[in-house]
């Protein structure tokens, strides 16, 4: 009389495992989904996000025995994100998700807590993960690097800035961060706005020219960075430039990044044998930051994987909370879980200049 009650209760607890995200994987194995642009303007940084992934597993692929990993190539399309993420989701049944972007964090972070599946964000914008049980960002947010550059600009005796901006969120919280960090130590004036299509920039920098000498922050995506650059220069406007990551972006698009030169923005750096052995490997040096963090986070996994029993993306975020402080090629690292600021690993931050087509820390 007790077997078909034995039998029900098998079958409920069968049905209950495969519920879950890491059970519903191959045996034994993990699956992760990256969702990042592969192509289209952003594609410099995604494609470092795939490389340091790529470069982990090559140098230690013992730690990715049982490890899968899925590219999802969105250009930097919220529409095409969450297609990648639902693909993830139901067809390929991943428990944790590598994604890069603001505008990817917050659209998917609501899921993620949802369907239980843990994302690692590669973005500065702390909005996405706070309050969110199983969304963590893999870098510094965006206050920690607007101090460090606003800083070092008033450490050089800056106390008045001018600045360009497209509208979005992205660069409304780096501008808000600059903003506060300069505090009452100096003036922040956003002299031009404007749509990631405007190209022509001759109005604002003639209008630079009669303004005095003071810094100008560039907070506009590659392209427009490389347009605005072309035309101060052709238009005699001298002036130190900084803003964003961004201009190492645009340093690595164009084959002579000459008027890039000097500009300053705030970053992690990685080590120097990283950049060797990804040189080595991928031929370039664009995006290291990306490609560093990209690369960490994969081991980071690797080792916890191998080494604990991780039965649920709640057991990983839990691993997460609870290691050591770490150091890899970013440096020392530490996880931080920020009511202000969500959860993230927190790393050092410099202040760079563009030295080519890359960014060296300022002395």
């Known amino acids: 009389m007790q077997r078909p009650h034995s039998i ?20 034994g194995s993990l699956k992760i989904g990256v969702i990042t642009p592969l192509s289209g303007g952003m594609a410099t940084i995604g494609s470092a996000v795939k490389n340091g992934i790529e470069l982990a597993r090559s140098e230690q692929p013992e730690l990715f025995k049982n490890i899968s990993f899925m590219y999802e190539d969105d250009q930097f399309d919220p529409k095409q994100s969450l297609t990648a993420y639902k693909k993830l989701r139901d067809i390929d049944h991943v428990s944790l998700i590598f994604g890069f972007g603001d505008t990817l964090g917050l659209v998917l972070g609501p899921l993620a807590d949802q ?49 360009l901006q497209v509208e979005s969120p992205f660069f409304n919280a780096m501008v808000k961060s600059f903003r506060d960090a300069v505090g009452d130590k100096g003036t922040v004036e956003v002299v031009g706005n404007y749509t990631p299509t405007d190209t022509d920039f001759k109005a604002i920098i003639l209008k630079l020219k009669s303004k005095g000498t003071a810094p100008v922050g560039i907070f506009l995506s590659p392209n427009q960075i490389l347009d605005f650059m072309k035309q101060a220069k052709e238009l005699r406007l ?13 340093a690595g698009i164009v084959p002579d990044p000459a008027n890039l030169q000097g500009c300053l923005y ?10 060797t052995n990804y040189r080595r490997k991928f031929g370039n040096e664009a995006q290291l930051t990306f490609a560093g963090s990209a690369y960490e986070m994969a081991l980071l996994v690797g080792r916890i994987y191998r080494a604990e029993s991780i039965k649920s993306p709640v057991d990983l975020m839990t691993a997460f909370a609870t290691m050591q402080k770490q150091t890899g090629v970013l440096g020392s690292y530490s996880f931080v879980d920020d009511k202000q600021f969500g959860k993230f690993f927190e790393f050092p931050v410099y202040v760079k200049r563009i030295v080519g087509s890359t960014g060296v820390p300022v002395k």
């Open 238 to 250: 001298e002036r130190e430039y900084f803003g964003t990551d961004l201009f190492e972006t645009a």
């Open 266 to 275: 705030p970053d992690n750096q990685v080590s120097t044998s990283f950049r």
């Open 8 to 27: 029900s209760v098998l079958f409920l607890a069968l049905f209950l495992i495969l519920l879950s995200p890491i059970a519903r994987a191959d045996q």
């Open 115 to 163: 369907d239980k599946i843990l994302l690692v964000n590669f973005n500065f914008e702390a909005t996405p993960a706070i309050g969110k049980k199983l969304v963590v960002r893999s870098m510094n947010h965006t206050r920690q690097y607007m101090t460090a550059l606003a800083n070092y600009l008033n450490q050089q005796g800056n106390s008045k800035f001018e600045i």
